[in-house]
């Protein structure tokens, strides 16, 4: 059973414009939320982070949005720029020590 | 700090050979994490070090499996009687316990596949 799902394995957006990843998740007693980054050949890098406490962060380009109630959460680039042309996961834990990964979801910035 | 280091970068192997995969961690760091990721899947949770102890393991984890934190520095994770079914990248991440504590630091991985 996967607890956290990124439905949409892949995603196109012009440069310049947003780009939306969407997250959801089944378990109500993850608190702390991330995003990270996926170039080929390399570890995962971390981008942002959220806690349950909060319903946005914002860092730059990036902002993250955590809608509890719908047990969803979404990270928004803007302007989009080829550079961010990569995988993207959706991580969450409950205790610091866990954490669960989404599937997914490869970014295509086209210029 | 270079970061998070792994090695090797690569490993072919034959079914039912033993392998064993080490990870560096970023000096300050005293938390470690253990990760499989498998084409198209996010990374998931094998193991995680607090220092020297370890003090979860995931039911991915089975008997042949085992990881080790001596001293609370470098890890070590040994595959023993590889199965064709263990061919997988595998991560190592490391972080901190100060606030941003969940903020993890990724290796490269290990790629390892088993004929």
């Known amino acids: 059973d996967q607890q956290v799902k990124q439905n949409s394995p892949s995603l196109s957006v012009q440069e310049g414009r947003i780009s939306i990843l969407n997250c959801d998740y089944t378990?109500?007693?993850?608190?702390?939320f991330l995003w990270y980054k996926k170039y080929p050949a390399e570890g995962p890098t971390f981008l942002i982070s959220?806690?349950?406490?909060?319903d946005k962060n914002e860092d730059g380009r990036f902002t993250v949005f955590l809608n509890k109630s719908a047990k969803h959460l979404s990270l928004h680039i803007v302007p989009s720029q080829p550079g961010d042309s990569a995988v993207y996961f959706c991580?969450?834990?409950?205790?610091?020590?866990?954490?669960?990964f989404g599937p997914g979801t490869r970014l295509s910035v086209l210029p | 700090d270079t970061g998070v280091s792994q090695n090797p970068r690569h490993k072919i192997t034959k079914r039912g050979q033993n392998v064993t995969f080490r990870c560096d961690p970023i000096?300050?760091?005293?938390?470690l994490y253990w990760y499989r990721q498998t084409l198209g899947q996010g990374p998931e949770f094998l193991t995680y070090?607090?220092?020297?102890?370890?003090?979860?393991k995931s039911r991915l984890l089975s008997d042949r499996f085992s990881a080790e934190r001596p001293k609370g520095s470098f890890s070590t994770l040994e595959i023993q009687r590889t199965e064709q079914g263990d061919s997988a990248m595998y991560l190592c991440?490391?972080?901190?316990?100060?606030?941003?504590?969940?903020?993890?630091?990724f290796g490269p991985g290990t790629r390892l596949t088993v004929l």
């Open positions: 991440a490391s972080s901190s316990d100060r606030e941003p504590y969940n903020e993890q630091f």
């Open positions: 378990n109500s007693m993850f608190d702390y």
């Open positions: 959220i806690s349950s406490i909060k």
């Open positions: 991580a969450a834990t409950q205790d610091g020590q866990n954490f669960v």
């Open positions: 000096s300050e760091h005293n938390r």
């Open positions: 070090f607090q220092n020297e102890a370890q003090l979860e």
